[in-house]
């Protein structure tokens, strides 16, 4: 039988005001990197307050460009949270560097800080901090558990989360974020390096462009036509289009108003779900500003009524959609036989992966959409 409704797991709200920003880079022929991802960038750092932002073409890409600036490469260790999308992870194996599992704490989903203090060693040159599901990680302790260690975002969750009255992307050393259609703002796929450090914003220029030392723009508008790039870093090709910038523009200005909404129906589901003895809710500690790029409970094995997965194809049959948080790499295939984890080795992450459980929570639902997944829930128990 057909359910009554059907509401899928996200929604990436674009429309009209995003549809007219792509006329005038297709009506002028500026495709590539331009004005229009330069106006972006601006806006995004002013947004995010750090001196430097730069358009990648992806949240994946922007890890790499950062990486390979601070020179990552074999024989080096970087810290990774266990419980992420495997990206954040395979960035330092396309450096040659390896990555070092940390074990993450089961009601932020976040980095443990003590298991970080157990994984650094004489060659950990980062760690990379991810803020899952638009939380922020814990930065001040992770930086007391791995003094004088540079720190790395993976902020893609988190376009305007906030920490300690401080912007996510001005956390750390530098910080990556993603405009894939999952998360809170989009241009199709698209990423961002942001950073206050100089030198590096312009490594991460020049990488993202073949290793140019100046810029396509700068060729096209310089008095000196004569001029070819000078190449002296292995770079490679990570640019925005400047029809994906016009996008970023537009969806950039709407983004509080976004978390804004999104905050609202958190509280919602919080008010109506806490009861739920078997459904732990989020975890919102004091002083963050969660950017609610998904909503993600625990469920409780010892307690449900029926497992996650049940209880997931339960909601399945009634049109709600939900998904697993997200995954534990060392589970995953390619991990798993390269370094020979099992998956009790990071139990955090492994209960995570099997536990998690993401309810739908983007700027295309209504009310009536809410109330009906709360209805649902609540007859589950
Ligand atoms: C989505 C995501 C990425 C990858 O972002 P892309 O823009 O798709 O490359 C990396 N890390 C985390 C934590 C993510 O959620």
């Known amino acids: 039988m057909k359910p009554p409704r059907t509401i899928q797991i996200s929604l990436p709200a674009t429309g009209e005001e995003e549809w007219q920003a792509v006329r005038e880079p297709l009506m002028t022929g500026w495709l590539t990197q331009g004005p229009k991802v330069a106006a972006f960038e601006k806006a995004f750092a002013e ?11 992806s949240c994946t890409t922007a890890l790499h460009l950062i990486l390979a600036a601070m020179d990552i490469g074999p024989g080096d260790e970087v810290i990774v949270p266990a419980f992420t999308w495997v990206a954040t992870a395979n960035v330092v194996l396309y ?18 800080p003590q ?3 157990r994984k650094v060693g004489p060659r950990t040159k980062a760690i990379i901090a991810v803020h899952l599901f638009g939380l922020c990680a814990d930065i001040d302790a992770i930086r007391a558990a791995a003094p004088g260690i540079p720190i790395v975002e993976d902020a893609a969750c988190a376009a305007g989360s906030g920490y300690r009255g401080k912007p996510a992307g001005a956390l750390g050393t ?4 993603s405009f894939h259609p999952r998360k809170s703002i989009t241009t199709g796929e698209g990423g961002m390096v942001t950073t206050d450090d100089g030198a590096l914003a312009e490594r991460c220029n020049q990488l993202r462009n073949h290793g140019a030392s100046i810029s396509e723009e700068q060729r096209h508008h310089g008095p000196r036509p004569y001029l070819l790039p000078e190449f002296n870093l292995l770079g490679f090709n990570y640019r925005m289009t400047d029809l994906q910038g016009a996008v970023g523009l537009v969806q950039l200005k709407r983004l509080d108003e976004f978390i804004d909404e999104r905050q609202r129906w958190a509280d919602f589901y919080r008010a109506e779900l806490s009861a739920i003895p078997w459904l732990r809710m989020p975890s919102t500690p004091a002083g963050s500003r969660h950017g609610w790029q998904s909503f993600v409970c625990y469920v409780d094995p010892d307690r449900a009524p029926m497992p996650r ?35 009790d080795d990071l139990p955090g992450a492994r209960d995570c992966d099997r536990h998690s459980m993401s309810i739908p929570l983007h ?5 009536a959409d809410y109330g009906y997944i709360v209805d649902a829930l609540k007859e589950m128990a």
């Open 47 to 57: 947004r995010h307050q750090v001196k430097h932002a730069l358009a990648a073409t």
């Open 95 to 112: 450096c040659g560097a390896t990555p070092v599992l940390a074990d993450v704490d089961r009601s932020s989903f976040n980095l443990d």
């Open 115 to 117: 298991d970080v203090a």
């Open 174 to 177: 530098a910080a990556a974020f």
């Open 309 to 343: 997965n049940a209880l997931m194809e339960k909601l399945q049959e009634r049109g709600i959609s939900t998904r697993p948080g997200t995954h534990a790499v060392h589970m995953l295939g390619y991990y798993r036989d390269r370094f020979g984890y099992s998956p």
């Open 363 to 367: 700027n295309r639902m209504s009310e």
